[in-house]
């Protein structure tokens, strides 16, 4: 083995660790494929080194090999998200919806800001009794110019997450917005906070539970849909 060749496989092994901690993946004996969304949704802007963060160009890709790979019947969402790009988490969002197969959400620790629809856009979702969801209205970093034009555009955006949210939760719009601009919870903010079974009784999340119980969903919805065909 040459130089180069060495060189080679060690830059594979760096990047395999920068990604995904491990130079080697486990294949998994299920039918379902695991997609963990960790951390701060990175979009268009990249983030600093030392932050966790899920990359929008590498889910993307993920999504389309498991709607082309016949022997992957279904897909478990493990979320622990403190939310991050609007337009990227809302874009994988819609993407998992589009899925032709069944797919069940896991929030654990949390599932903040545009981790809502990540969590709402699977077929069936669950969240663990300690874990949280925190609803607020979108926020902008960087320079915002001061016009209505301004205004308009974050309306916009809003109302396409409150629509999103709405159609595939069992929550209302009026409700989602009273949540959002709530006073009362949020140090210097404005939103609500939702934990475990809360977020069931608005109608945000399907059910409280655990891994084995979104297993479980996961492999009825699969053999239904098997049966249906």
């Not at 983030?47 to 899920?54: D, E, G, V, W």
């Not at 949210?165 to 709530?182: A, E, F, G, H």
């Amino acid at each position: 083995m040459n130089e180069k060749t060495i060189k080679e496989n060690q830059d594979k092994k760096i990047d395999s660790i920068k990604e995904i901690g491990t130079t080697k993946v486990p294949e998994s004996t299920q039918r379902f494929q695991i997609l963990p969304i960790i951390g701060q949704i990175e979009g268009h802007s990249v983030l600093p080194p030392q932050s966790k963060a899920t990359k929008y160009e590498h889910v993307i890709p993920q999504l389309v090999a498991i709607e082309t790979n016949k022997s992957v019947e279904g897909v478990l969402i493990i979320l622990n998200t403190v939310g991050g790009d609007v337009e990227a988490g809302l874009a994988i969002s819609e993407m998992i919806r589009s899925l032709s197969k069944p797919t069940v959400s896991l929030v654990i620790g949390g599932g903040h800001s545009i981790g809502v629809p990540l969590a709402t856009c699977a077929d069936y979702s669950f969240i663990s009794p300690s874990a949280t969801m925190i609803i607020h209205p979108i926020r902008m970093n960087g320079l915002i110019i001061g016009v209505p034009q301004t205004f308009e555009y974050f309306n916009k955006m809003q109302e396409r997450i409150i629509e999103f949210i709405s159609r595939t939760s069992k929550i209302n719009k009026d409700t989602l917005r009273k949540l959002m601009v709530q006073s009362d919870e949020l140090l210097n903010d404005m939103g609500t906070i939702l934990i475990g079974n809360q977020a069931v009784e608005y109608g945000l999340i399907d059910q409280v539970g655990g891994l084995s119980d979104a297993v479980n969903k996961l492999d009825e919805m699969i053999d239904s849909k098997k049966n249906t065909n």
